[in-house]
């Protein structure tokens, strides 16, 4: 790495685990976190006041709270680079994660030379990824991009209807017509690429947007 170390941010949800890597960030890469936090909004608009050049993610999944804390990185502070350390490596899992912008994803596995090598490339503008986890979290991005591109009814309506909600059931609880209804449906199976409920399901608990 540099002889100048960058300023960086340290983002876990237990303080066990900030201690362990805020040690290990200062002890294996010379490199002492400005701050460190757990993932809720109000704790990384504080910590984005450092202005740190690199964020370390500590997570084992990509949960809901970690998708949008990451996601405040960039409107914040775009130069900032994110780099994710995870446990996650089963394909579903890091679709999750392909939701996510970071610049670098570690697995845990990989250890201190992994991670030596991912703050590097970082710092470098370039990106890293742990050997056999790319393709997954690329795939995750193609879908999340589709997903971006819902509008607000049709991402309201995903949910309703994938949980098991008739069209018309779903219609009343967003307080439209059944006719409205089924033109939200029409155009999100459209966007997502899936042809019926069932691939809608699928989809729904691929993406963690409703429980298996």
């Known amino acids: 790495m540099d002889a100048r170390k960058p300023v960086a941010y340290l983002m876990a949800a237990s303080e066990l685990d900030r201690r362990a890597y805020r040690l290990l960030l200062q002890h294996e890469l010379q490199t002492e976190p400005a701050v460190d936090s757990g993932f809720a909004p109000v704790s990384v608009w504080a910590g984005m006041r450092a202005r ?26 775009k130069a900032t680079r994110v780099v994710v350390v995870s446990a996650s490596v089963e394909p579903a899992a890091l679709r999750a994660w392909g939701q996510c912008p970071f610049s670098a994803y570690v697995v845990k596995d990989g250890g201190v030379d992994e991670l030596r090598r991912a703050m590097t490339a970082v710092m470098a503008n370039e990106c890293y990824y742990s050997p056999g986890v790319q393709s997954a979290i690329e795939a995750g991005r193609t879908q999340g991009n589709h997903r971006a591109a819902l509008s607000r009814r049709e991402a309201e309506l995903l949910p309703l209807l994938a949980s098991g909600l008739s069209l018309r059931d779903a219609a009343a609880r967003l307080m439209v017509s059944y006719k409205t209804a089924d033109s939200y449906r029409t155009t999100l199976l459209r966007k997502l690429g899936v042809r019926d409920r069932v691939e809608l399901t699928l989809y729904a608990i691929r993406e963690g947007i409703i429980e298996p």
């Open 52 to 77: 740190p050049e690199v964020v370390v993610a500590v997570a084992d999944h990509a949960s809901g709270e970690i998708r949008d804390a990451l996601q405040m990185i960039p409107v914040l502070q």
